[in-house]
């Protein structure tokens, strides 16, 4: 796309604490291909230095917000949505901060949304950052049978089998780009779920408004994730996973599936994970209670979050 016609996308990262990931993440960014864009960098109430010494060596370069206290991943990019859409961005970019992006992944998927009116959001290829060739995200699907998300490809070899520009249930919110009027049609990630599961929401509420979610391999990014169970199994994870996966269904299907669903969730779901959390037996007892609170704060209809 020739640069004098590119839209202007806004490149929103969150930081929490994390100087070295979310200055690695922007550095990266510096460097791709694409001209039209700005990057908004939203901190979310760190208590450390980090938000200070990120302005100091880039705020010539890079838009600051700065929340007052920490928000969760929701409300904490909604700052930075609310902004850009303020600023007259034709497209907004949620980006975790803990991602190293190609130098084209972000012309891949302009070219794409340019071409079809209807698509609305789409999505990277992500990888693994520590083993560059395995793959980490290639689409989402929300299971019927399940009552759940899935993803495709995870943990296998990029062999080429996951090339195809596909439409899909949702796109994670570590490389998630969307066009302004969609935000402005549906609104921005609901902060009832703080953390987890508002991505897919995001997305589902996208599609029932008729437009597109695409997947697009040629776009690719590199996530620091750890390939072990220990990120989400961790007891933060799994209460949010546990509230979160119920509140998807709650919010976006009938209340007779509904009650399908917490059924599954609560003879299926829960036995599973509490299975893998005792053959590991790392932190067992606070994973197996947050795994339980999750549920019952969802249950009871608490809305207020709990933090371990």
Known sequence: ?????????????????????????ILSLLDIKYTNYQIVTVDNGSDDDSYSKLY???SEKVDFIKNEK???????????IKY????GADYVLILNNDTIVNEL???????????????????????YHSEPN???????????????????????????????VIDVDYITGCALLVKSEVIKKIGIFDKEYFNYAEDADFCLRAKKEGYKVMFVPSSKVWHKVARSMKGNFSPFYLYFQSKNRL???KKNFSKIYLIYAVFIHIFCYIPYKLLIIWIKK?????????????TYDFLVGNKKSRFF
């Not at 850009?84 to 600023?87: A, L, M, N, T």
């Not at 070219?111 to 992500?126: P, Q």
Request: with cysteine.
């Open 134 to 164: 395995i793959i980490w995200f290639s689409g989402g699907y929300f299971s019927r049978l399940k009552a759940g998300m899935t993803v495709k490809g995870m943990g296998i070899k990029d062999n080429g089998d996951f090339d195809k």
């Open 84 to 87: 850009s859409v303020e600023q």
């Open 282 to 294: 790392e932190k067992k007892l606070k994973a197996s209670i947050s795994l339980f609170l999750g």
């Open 1 to 25: 796309m020739p640069e004098n016609n590119q839209p202007d996308v806004h490149i929103i990262i969150l930081n929490w604490n994390g100087y070295n990931l979310t200055r690695e993440c």
């Open 247 to 249: 509140l998807l269904v």
């Open 105 to 127: 992944f972000l012309d891949k998927m302009i070219n794409y949304a340019e071409y079809d009116s209807k698509i609305g959001i789409l999505g990277s290829k992500v990888y």
């Open 56 to 58: 100091r060596e880039f």
């Open 70 to 80: 920490n928000l969760g991943f929701a409300e904490g990019n909604n700052a930075g």
